[in-house]
């Protein structure tokens, strides 16, 4: 079965720390995606990244980096100095990858990330 | 930029009555979604659809039906509004094997 954890449920720091969303997920299938989310106030979720299975590098966006370990089996978000701007819900979420991919997605129960000014 | 729409930010229903929940997305996608999204649930998916005229049952189907009569547009329908179906209602895109687009949601609240 697949799962994803998202253990924080709220986080809060002040504005210029930086913070770190865990995410840690359960699958049997050799090849799936993983995402991240972000759901300000307003409601709408905001895709942040995709990844394949098969691409552990570590990527970096602007203040955003998002760490791979397939060891681990976890997916971390790093926001580097954080701002107000940046509070929100933040879900990542998994899906099934190959010629069985449905593109459904299992989420996360969500962080809710708050940054203090 | 892809565009998801849905037909109501807010609505407010009575027990019983049948609702009608639109999407629709201008991106070409096959893939469409519905979810909703309760504190503490998170995000479930309710039905989904990979072409048109086709649906598949996600993890909470009871209760609702859904139709796709054309490729943009994916419909959610609650036969008989109940207190239990008061809920944000997401409704997403995507191409085969790749990201979902979401639309800004709509709360429905059922008295």
């Known amino acids: 079965a697949q799962k994803v954890t998202q253990a924080q449920t709220e986080i809060s720091v002040v504005e210029k720390e930086d913070v770190t969303l865990d995410c840690v997920y359960e699958?049997?299938?050799?090849?799936?995606?993983l995402f991240w989310y972000k759901q300000p106030p307003s409601g709408e979720l905001v895709f942040l990244i995709r990844?394949?299975?098969?691409?552990?590098q570590n990527e970096i966006s602007g203040r955003y980096s998002w760490n791979f370990q397939k060891s681990t089996s976890s997916f971390n978000f790093t926001i580097t100095a954080s701002q107000v701007v940046d509070s929100a819900v933040y879900f990542c979420?998994?899906?099934?990858?190959?010629?069985?991919?449905?593109?459904?997605?299992?989420f996360g129960q969500g962080t809710t990330l708050q940054v203090k000014p | 930029d892809v565009k998801v729409t849905q037909s109501s930010r807010y609505l407010v229903k009575r027990t019983g009555e049948k609702v009608f929940l639109e999407c629709v997305q201008d991106?070409?996608?096959?893939?469409m979604f519905w979810y909703r999204q309760d504190p503490g649930l998170g995000l479930r998916l309710i039905y989904f659809?990979?072409?048109?005229?086709?649906?598949e049952k996600g993890d909470i189907p009871e209760g609702y039906s859904v139709s796709r009569e054309k490729k943009e547009r994916f419909s959610l329908i609650l036969e008989s509004a109940s207190t239990n179906q008061t809920s944000m209602y997401l409704c997403?895109?995507?191409?085969?094997?790749?990201?979902?687009?979401f639309g800004p949601g709509t709360r429905l609240t059922v008295t």
């Open positions: 990844r394949n299975s098969f691409d552990e």
């Open positions: 997403a895109s995507s191409l085969q094997g790749s990201e979902q687009y």
């Open positions: 979420a998994l899906s099934q990858g190959g010629s069985g991919n449905t593109g459904k997605l299992i």
């Open positions: 699958t049997r299938d050799t090849t799936y995606y």
């Open positions: 991106m070409d996608h096959e893939n």
């Open positions: 659809s990979y072409d048109v005229k086709m649906k």
